[in-house]
DNA sequence: CGTCTTTGACCTGCGC
DNA sequence: GCGCAGGTCAAAGACG
C-alpha cells in the first residue's frame, strides 16, 4: 500500500536506554542493595562517577522521549492538515453529489436491518471472514444478507459480501440503477418486510460463470439513496475500464476497492497539487468517500504504527524513562 | 429476432 | 408440521 511506504515510522531511537529496564524487579532490588552496600565501601569519588553516568543516562532518556514528543507533534499535524483538506474539499463539492455519490459501510456497521436473527451465525462468519482479510478496504458484511445460507461452510467463509452507498438524483424506484462498470441482469425483484422499497436482485453477466450477485435497495431512511450489496467474487476482468481494473483485485469488492484507491490517489495528487499551485485542482469525490478515506487513512497510520516493531520499541521505552524519570 | 425486464410462482431455511 | 420471509426461477412482454 502507497501510504505505508509514505509514513517512515522508523524513529531509530535506542530502545534500551537503560539498562535496568530490562530487568525484573527483584533483579533492580538486587541492583539497588548491592550497589548501596558496595557504594559504602567505595570512596566518594567512584559514588560521584556513578551518579554522573546515571544523570547522564537520565539527560539522555529525556532527550528521547522529547524527540518521541516532537515526531508524535509532527504526525498528529500532517493528520490535521490532511483532515482540514478533506474538510474542504468535502464543503467545496457538496453540491456536486447528488449523482454517484458512493459509501462503503464500514465493516461493523449495523445501521441497515439485523433483525433476523438466524442470519446471526452466518454474519459473524462473514464478519470474521472480513475482519481478517480487510486492509482498511471498508467492506463489509450485511446482517441482512440471506443468499448464502445456501452454500456449505466453506463457500461462506470465502463468499465476500461489500456494500456500497449510491446517492440517486430521484427517489423513483426506477432508478434502482448502480454504475460500478459490470454488466448486470436483473433476474428479480422483491418486495422485503423491513423496506417498502422493492429489492432488485441482479447477476453479473458478463461473463456466464461468474457468480457474482448484486442486491440493489433503497435506503429506508434516505430513500434518494440507493445501497447496492455485492455477494461473491468476479472470476473476469473488469469490462469497462481496464486501467481501473490493474489497481484492484478481480472480487466483488473490485467497486468498493477502486473507490477506495481511487480516492487515495486522488487525495495524494490533491496534496501535491496544494503544494505547487495553492490547492487550484479540486476532486470530485463525495463527502461520504471522503469521510470513508479519512478512516482509511487513520487505519492505516493506526495499522502502520502497530506493526512497526521500532515504534514499539521505543514507544515502551519512552513511557518506562517517564515513569522512572517520575518516580524519582 | 435476440436481449433484457417484469412478475407471479416456487424453493428453501428458520422460528414457533 | 406449518407459516413466514427472502431468494430464485422462468414464462411473458417490452424494446431496439
Known amino acids: 500500500m502507497e501510504f505505508t511506504s509514505l509514513l517512515n515510522t522508523s524513529l531509530n531511537l535506542n530502545t534500551k536506554p537503560l539498562r535496568f529496564l530490562d530487568e525484573s524487579p527483584a533483579q533492580k532490588q538486587e541492583v539497588v542493595e548491592s550497589s548501596f552496600t558496595i557504594g559504602l565501601e567505595r570512596n566518594s569519588a567512584t559514588l560521584k562517577e556513578e551518579r554522573g553516568a546515571l544523570v547522564e543516562e537520565i539527560n539522555r532518556v529525556n532527550a528521547e522521549n522529547k524527540k518521541l ?12 492538515e490532511l483532515r482540514n483538506q478533506l474538510a474542504e474539499h ?14 462503503l459501510e464500514d465493516s461493523n456497521n449495523n445501521n441497515i ?20 482479510n480487510n486492509v482498511g478496504n471498508s467492506e463489509s458484511s450485511s446482517s441482512d444478507e440471506d443468499s448464502s445460507k445456501k452454500l456449505p461452510r466453506e463457500e461462506i467463509v470465502k463468499a465476500k459480501i461489500s456494500r456500497v452507498f449510491v446517492r440517486t438524483e430521484s427517489s423513483s424506484d ?12 436483473k433476474y428479480g425483484q422483491k418486495v422485503t418486510r423491513d423496506n417498502p422499497c422493492p429489492r432488485a436482485y441482479f447477476k453479473c453477466s458478463f461473463a456466464p460463470t461468474c457468480p457474482v450477485k448484486k442486491k440493489v435497495q433503497r435506503s429506508i431512511e434516505d430513500q434518494s439513496i440507493v445501497v447496492a450489496t455485492y455477494e461473491g467474487e468476479h472470476n473476469h476482468s473488469h469490462q469497462l475500464s481496464k486501467n481501473e481494473t490493474n489497481s484492484t483485485s ?19 495528487q490533491s496534496k501535491e497539487d496544494a503544494r505547487s499551485s495553492n490547492s487550484k485542482g479540486k476532486i470530485d469525490s463525495s463527502p461520504q468517500q471522503q469521510q470513508q478515506l479519512q478512516h482509511y487513512l487513520v487505519e492505516q ?4 504504527l502497530t506493526k512497526d516493531p521500532n515504534f514499539k520499541a521505543a514507544l515502551a521505552a519512552a513511557i518506562s524513562g517517564k515513569f522512572l524519570s517520575s518516580a524519582k
Not at 69 to 80: A, F, K, P, R, S
Not at 180 to 185: K, L, M, S
Not at 250 to 268: G, H, M, R
Request: glycine fraction near 4%.
Open 113 to 132: 436491518t439485523a433483525s433476523k436473527k438466524r442470519k446471526a451465525d452466518q454474519t459473524n462468519i462473514i464478519n470474521s471472514n472480513n475482519n481478517n
Open 174 to 185: 426506477s432508478s434502482l440503477i448502480v454504475k460500478d462498470g459490470y454488466q448486470w441482469r
Open 69 to 80: 514528543t516532537e515526531i508524535l507533534t509532527v504526525m498528529c499535524e500532517n493528520y490535521n
Open 301 to 304: 497510520m493506526a495499522s502502520t
Open 90 to 103: 468535502q464543503t467545496s463539492n457538496n453540491n456536486n453529489n447528488n449523482h454517484g455519490g458512493v459509501l
Open 250 to 268: 478481480l472480487s466483488s469488492t473490485a467497486p468498493s476497492i477502486s473507490v477506495v484507491d481511487n480516492l487515495a490517489k486522488k487525495t495524494k
